[in-house]
Structure formats: structure tokens, C-alpha cells
């Protein structure tokens, strides 16, 4: 977190800002540079879900509107690519962020305190392999997955973020259940994060 100069269009709001890194380390398949296309849809599909589960009460991050506010940078490092980067990456980023200390009392705003959350999102991606269905795919699933979609919901089970990949179609019926796996298990991935 440092403390920096809001945006124009939200004076009064603390910034987000995520960053998603996929180093050589983690698969051969990774190289080293700027990032790709792979790695800003994995900061995007992680942002957005933080962002509009409004996780994170970004009014409370403000020190004085239209001059300083906390801007909090979410970085996901991934260090071993084994399939479904989504829900791993979106999984750490809460655990992070619900463990985050504002660091006021070194910055001479007060005392630190708890990042202020609302809400708690959790992604579950599921892939279309032939006429099954499955969840939390592994890297050889995924090669040989027709179709993905990434679910985000919040603890009430509300739909906060959706994300579509590869180049198959999917049924309503499919995309349905889908939702409703993702609302299940999200409620149970939420009690392991306490």
C-alpha cells in the first residue's frame, strides 16, 4: 500500500490496482517481458471480482477527497502452473487482502488498521470437456477443454464477475449449473478462509 492521488471521477475513493506476473519458473510455456495476453486476463478476471463484489470499502481508504487516498496494489506471482490459474490467483488475493494492515501509523495518518471488507468473492472455474462437466480443471484438462467459464459470486451467492474462455459454446442448461456449482462451493471455499 502507499499513498497516492485519487482518480478524477472517484475523489473520495481509495485505488486498486492489480498486477499479474507469470514467470518462466512456472512453466516453460512462460517468458519473461512484458506481460501477455494470458497474464493481463488473469489480473483482470482477479480484479474484477474484487472490484465489483466491492470486497474492499474504497471510501474508507480515502485520507482527504481530491488529494490522498491509500492505493492498495494487488501483485499475483505465479510460481507453478499446474491448471486453473483463475481460482488459485483469486483465492490468494482474498486470503491477502483479508489479512492486509493499512500501514497508517508509519505513514503518519493515525493508527494501522484492518483493510476494510465487505464482501468476500470467490471464482470457481469450470470446463466443458466433451459432454461432462468438470471443476477446478488441471493444466491437461484444460489443453483438451472445448469451452471454460470462470463464476464469481459473494457470500450471499450473488453473480459478481463472469469470464468466458476458449472457443467452444455452452448450453444455457450448462452455463446454469455452472453458476449454481460455483455458488456451492464458493460458500464452502469462504469457511477454510475463515
Known amino acids: 500500500m502507499a499513498i497516492g492521488t485519487p482518480f478524477e471521477d472517484t475523489p473520495n475513493k481509495g485505488v486498486l490496482s492489480t498486477n499479474a506476473e507469470l514467470i518462466p519458473l512456472a512453466s516453460p510455456t512462460f517468458e519473461s517481458g512484458p506481460p501477455d495476453e494470458h497474464s493481463i486476463e488473469l489480473a483482470r478476471v482477479v480484479d474484477r471480482g474484487i472490484r465489483e463484489s466491492q470486497m474492499i470499502d474504497l471510501e474508507k481508504l480515502c485520507i482527504e477527497p481530491k488529494k490522498e487516498v491509500w492505493m492498495l496494489f494487488t501483485d499475483v506471482y505465479v510460481l507453478d502452473y499446474d491448471g ?111
Not at 483465492?91 to 508509519?106: D, F, H, N, R
Not at 457470500?155 to 469470464?163: F, I, K, P, V
Not at 467452444?168 to 446454469?176: E, F, K, R, V
Open 84 to 194: 486453473n490459474l483463475f481460482d488459485a490467483a483469486t483465492l490468494g488475493a482474498v486470503a491477502a487482502l483479508m489479512s492486509t494492515i493499512v500501514p497508517a501509523k508509519e505513514n503518519d495518518r493515525g493508527e494501522d488498521f484492518p483493510l476494510p471488507i465487505n464482501h468476500i468473492p470467490i471464482s470457481i472455474t469450470a470446463v466443458q470437456i466433451e459432454n461432462s462437466i468438470l471443476v477446478d480443471p488441471t493444466l491437461d484438462e484444460e489443453k483438451v477443454a472445448a469451452a471454460r467459464l470462470t463464476v464469481t459470486t459473494d457470500e450471499n451467492g450473488d453473480l459478481r464477475a463472469m469470464q468466458k474462455g476458449f472457443t467452444g459454446a455452452l448450453s444455457i442448461d450448462q452455463i446454469n449449473k455452472m453458476i449454481e456449482t460455483s455458488q456451492r462451493l464458493g460458500n464452502e471455499m469462504r469457511k477454510m478462509l475463515g
